[in-house]
Structure formats: C-alpha cells, structure tokens
C-alpha cells in the first residue's frame, strides 16, 4: 500500500490534490482494526503534563485510539512565551486530528486553538472534512522535529516552525477500523510547516493559531 497520499496536514493552496476520493479498496491488512474506530475518545482525561500547562484554563481534553501516535521531538525554548506557543501549535496540530477521529468538522478542540474565522480555522475545518468525505481516520505514527520559535512581525505574535513526516502514517476506514489503500504516490513524505500564533486578548497564557503554510519535500525536512 502506497501510505503517501493521504489528505496530511498540508496547506489549503495544495489539500484539494490529495482527497480521499481518489483512494481506492482495502490493503491486505484489512482485518486489522483500530479500537474505538467510528467513536468518539471525548471523554479521556488530558496527561498530567497538560493539565499542568492548563492550570486555569478548561483546554479541550483530548485522547487517541491504539494504533495511532503523534511524536513532537523537539525541547521547549527557554522563553516562556516562546514556550507557551511552541505548545497550543501543538495543541491545534492535535486537535485537528481529534476532529478527524470525531470525524467532526465542526470540532469545539480545534476551534478552541484558532482565531476565530481566520485562515487557520477555515484550513482545520476543510482538512477534517475530507476525512469525513472519504469516510477515513489513521493509523500509524506521525513524527514533528526541529521546532523553532521567532517573533512575529506584529506585536504579540509569534511564527512556529516545525518538519512533519508522514511517512509511516496510513488511512483506515472510519467506522470498520480497516487499512484502506492510498492510491497513486503524492510526494515526498516530509514537509515543513509554519504557524503564525496571535496571543489570546481574552484568555491568559493561550496562544492562538492564525495561519498556516506549508512546503511539501523541504529541503530542511528530508530526512529529519
């Protein structure tokens, strides 16, 4: 199976090229299910490394099946506010994929990290539609290195950038649990991101995301 071609997390200028309706049948594999799939994991409680970042603030709570795994490899900055940004990108990464598994474009987690209506809310919500149009979560692990945090050109603004490899990241069927085919190859499997985070005017110590891009096969990604 051709594990590239699903719909990753990839700037709105390029997501329409990878639909999932151009994915096909089911891989070999295809009795392997996911447990939970077709549920919602609301209701796990976040890691205790959350909660303490949360303190005062009631963050979403999210959780993941067995079988698919997020790894963010990279050290916080040493500048708190660098930090605490480094951390809601993270966070936003993250809760997009809940609402993939929510399969719910309209997820409170990713909207509670994006400045509302702005170009990083329309890019979660589109993102976890086509997962919902093809009728697909995931499986696999998804690795994120080489984290860095600068300020951005406006005041209380801070620009994330991070690698992303998919390549060991594969589409299951939402409500079966099944390994699904990717189709035709997309690409290289590395890409770098870029977040633009606003500081929040109404909640302390919560960054919010404005924007994203996105560069499938950078160069400074390959092989991380």
């Not at 205790?48 to 999210?62: F, H, Q, T, V, Y």
């Not at 993102?127 to 149009?133: A, F, K, M, N």
């Not at 984290?147 to 951005?152: F, H, I, Q, R, S």
Request: aromatic share 8%.
């Amino acid at each position: 199976m051709n594990r590239r071609t699903l719909p990753a997390l990839t700037a709105l200028a390029t997501a329409t090229t990878l639909l999932l309706t151009a994915c096909g049948g089911e891989s070999p594999e295809a009795d392997e299910k996911i447990p939970g799939a077709g549920e919602s994991s609301a209701e796990a409680s976040a890691s205790p490394s959350e909660e303490s970042e949360a303190e005062n603030i009631d963050r979403p709570k999210m959780t993941f099946p067995k079988g698919f795994d997020m790894k963010f490899n990279w050290d916080d900055p040493s500048d708190p506010d660098s930090a605490t940004a480094l951390n809601d990108a993270k966070n936003y990464v993250r809760s997009v994929y809940f609402g993939i598994f929510e399969q719910d474009p309209e997820s409170s987690a990713y909207k509670f990290y994006v400045e509302p209506m702005s170009q990083a809310h329309t890019y979660a919500r589109d993102q976890i539609q086509q997962y919902v149009d093809g009728g697909w979560v995931l499986g696999g692990k998804i690795a994120y290195s080489k984290a860095e945090v600068t300020d951005g050109k406006a005041k209380g603004t801070k620009v994330v950038n991070y690698c992303y490899d998919e390549s060991q990241v594969y589409g299951r069927d939402a409500k079966t649990g099944k390994k699904v085919d990717g189709g035709s190859d997309a690409g290289s499997p590395h890409l770098s991101f870029t977040l633009v985070m606003k500081e929040s005017d109404a909640v302390d110590n919560l960054w919010l995301v404005h924007n994203v891009e996105s560069e499938r096969g950078a160069a400074q990604c390959v092989g991380s």
